[in-house]
């Protein structure tokens, strides 16, 4: 790789904690008329991007993630839909990496696309870059994730992913998804929890999987600078413990994305108050749904 501009560092200062100062879409009383943009996008930093999808394209309005590095770029997660006319994410993806490029000139810059986990709402939008050039899409499977980053072998590991002096730290949480990943940024502080921990109701398909990730990122965040916890959807109202039903598509009381470590620790106390029982049990910051009772 070349780089024409200077080699930015992402390493030398803590980050620090500072609001995600975003107003995010979030849908409107008539998808028919609504105006929000396919794909809302907030600049965290000029090196850090989230992105929302339109509600009216689909009401499970996942959270994407676009991080910059000096060799690479990584896209985490794909959204809802898979067309291009309707979700245009590779064109919005390559105005980013354009405009960023032209402030960093780099040769040979790639992107790699990852998710937080495999369901359908977080990978649709894959093929839109099976043809991109230097672009890696890995899947979103079990035996891929396993592979890629070295779970067969260690399950328990914290794998080191180099962008090009920003290394993200990636761990298997299992629970949700069997397959599911969060990733940490030590630039950002940012702790991608993808659908295992986000303010809405958290699915649960392996109980005791689910708290043994509940654990270990409660461990993991007690030992480095967590500045937000940032899953991939909003599902609560800003009243504590109401959400929106499901399929809602216009959601003008949301809370905040942004969690916090403090919300790991409500989720641990809310697993062992469930105890044995499945179904659905609401908490104010989020709703715990086990499936698998």
């Not at 810059?109 to 986990?117: K, N, S, Y």
């Amino acid at each position: 790789m070349g780089v024409h501009g200077k080699w930015i560092d992402f390493v030398s200062e803590a980050p620090g904690h500072r609001a995600l100062d975003a107003g995010w879409i979030h849908g409107s009383p008539s998808a028919k008329h609504n105006t929000d943009p396919d794909i809302q996008v907030h600049a965290y930093d000029e090196h850090t991007f989230i992105l929302r999808q339109n509600k009216a394209i689909d009401y499970e309005a996942p959270f994407l993630f676009l991080i910059f590095g000096n060799a690479r770029a990584v896209l985490i997660d794909t959204g809802a839909t898979e067309s291009a006319e309707f979700f245009p994410l590779r064109r919005v993806v390559d105005e980013l990496v354009g405009r960023w490029l032209a402030e960093h000139p780099r040769d040979d810059h790639e992107l790699l696309v990852l998710h937080t986990h495999a369901h359908r709402d977080h990978i649709a939008g894959d093929a839109q870059f099976g043809d991109r050039p230097g672009t890696t899409v890995v899947g979103a499977d079990l035996d891929s994730v396993r592979s890629y980053f070295g779970f067969d072998e260690e399950p328990d590991r914290v794998a080191r992913l180099d962008l090009g002096g920003r290394v993200l730290e990636c761990l298997a949480t299992p629970g949700h998804h069997e397959a599911a990943v969060t990733y940490y940024d030590p630039h950002t502080g940012f702790l991608l929890t993808g659908d295992t921990v986000y303010p809405g109701r958290l699915y649960v398909e392996d109980w005791a999987a689910f708290g043994r990730t509940i654990d270990r990122l409660i461990a993991f965040a007690g030992t480095r600078p967590v500045t937000h916890v940032l899953g991939c959807h909003i599902e609560m109202t800003d009243q504590a413990g109401v959400d929106y039903p499901i399929r809602t598509t216009y959601q003008p009381d949301e809370p905040p994305l942004e969690m916090t470590v403090g919300d790991l620790h409500d989720i641990r106390a809310a697993i062992d108050e469930i105890g044995t029982r499945p179904g659905r049990h609401p908490f104010p910051r989020f709703i715990i749904c086990r499936e698998d009772g």
